[in-house]
């Protein structure tokens, strides 16, 4: 069975024994409650390290007060299943106390790329992921680390926080991976019910038709939010918090859809809010002009 540690000093042992022997470290920090989503991170870091440590801790610091962190799902037993067909070599399982040591106040904060998208509705989330994610790099020195670009802000904002601190580690992003039917998958998917399910794929869709819209050559920011939160809303159970076209470098507004461009979107489908979006790369978009559209 895959070795499962619950405290700093097990894991940093542990990665100390792995760096002696000259071993390269893959780690993919995770919340649990584990899907095909996170899988395909576990897969790339199994396929380029010699080690792979996965951390699964639900972060209170990331959470607001109204949130979902008492009702997040958690099942550490099928987590470890999971990390250990796939090939992971140590869960990383910290209680809220190993991380949070009493008197615990220094914080990893960011200003501009978490200020539009998520970090506008969640004001104190992206403070609690850098904070604990530098944490998480510190205790597990890895190599390279793997981030799902379905939390595409989250990419971003990481990247940077590496960037900006000198941190010595790889950031490597992965593709979303979805239900058959479209929807990304996501641990949140559990709270919909089978109405709020179907309700849900208002999402994907509304992603797909945005993507194809600007395969086809549009180019306004404006005009491509309107078309999907046109989209969106004829879907009576979906309330949008927001749908952005946004630098993904930088997470700044844009009015024009250029290369490297994010589009993203967040809805709520009855009391459950999920996240989806596109990324438009140069190579996309030469594509569209060659077609001449
Ligand atoms: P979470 O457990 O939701 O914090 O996610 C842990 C990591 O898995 C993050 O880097 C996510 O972006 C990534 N991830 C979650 N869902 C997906 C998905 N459907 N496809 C790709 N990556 C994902």
Redesign the pocket.
């Known amino acids: 069975m895959i070795n499962v540690v619950h405290t700093v000093k097990e894991t940093r042992d542990q990665v100390n024994e792995w760096k002696a022997h000259g071993l390269s470290v893959g780690f ?11 899988q ?2 576990i897969k790339k870091a199994v396929e380029e390290n010699d080690k792979v440590v996965v951390s ?1 801790f639900v972060n209170p610091m990331q959470f607001g007060p109204t949130e979902d962190f008492e009702s997040y799902p958690r099942d550490l037993q099928a987590d470890a299943r999971l990390c250990e067909e796939t090939g992971a070599d140590l869960i990383f399982n910290p209680e809220a106390e190993e991380m949070y040591t009493d008197g615990f106040c220094s914080f990893v904060d960011m200003s501009g790329p978490t200020k539009e998208l998520c970090g506008k509705s969640r004001p104190i989330h992206f403070r609690g992921v850098c904070t604990v994610v530098s944490k998480l790099f510190n205790i597990v020195t890895p190599d390279r680390a ?7 802000q ?2 971003s904002v990481i990247r940077r926080m590496v960037r900006d601190l000198n941190i010595p580690v790889e950031i490597v992003g ?5 239900e058959k039917d479209g929807l ?5 998917n559990t709270y919909l019910n089978e109405e709020e399910r179907k309700a849900a794929l208002i999402l994907s869709k509304t992603i797909f038709m945005g993507q194809e819209l600007v395969n086809n050559g549009m180019t306004d920011a404006k005009a491509l939010i309107n078309a999907m939160k046109e989209n969106i809303l004829t879907e009576p159970l979906a309330k949008i918090d927001y749908v952005e076209v946004v630098d993904f470098d930088d997470i700044s507004i844009k009015d024009t859809i250029e290369g490297n461009t994010l589009v993203a979107m967040a809805v709520y489908i009855g009391k459950t809010r999920l996240i989806d979006n596109f990324i438009v790369t140069d190579k996309q978009l030469d594509t569209a002009n060659k077609h001449g559209l």
């Open positions: 993919v920090p995770t919340m649990g409650y584990l899907h095909e989503g996170h395909s991170l699964i793997y981030f799902g670009q379905k939390d595409a989250q990419l992965c593709p979303i991976v979805r990304a998958k996501s641990s949140r």
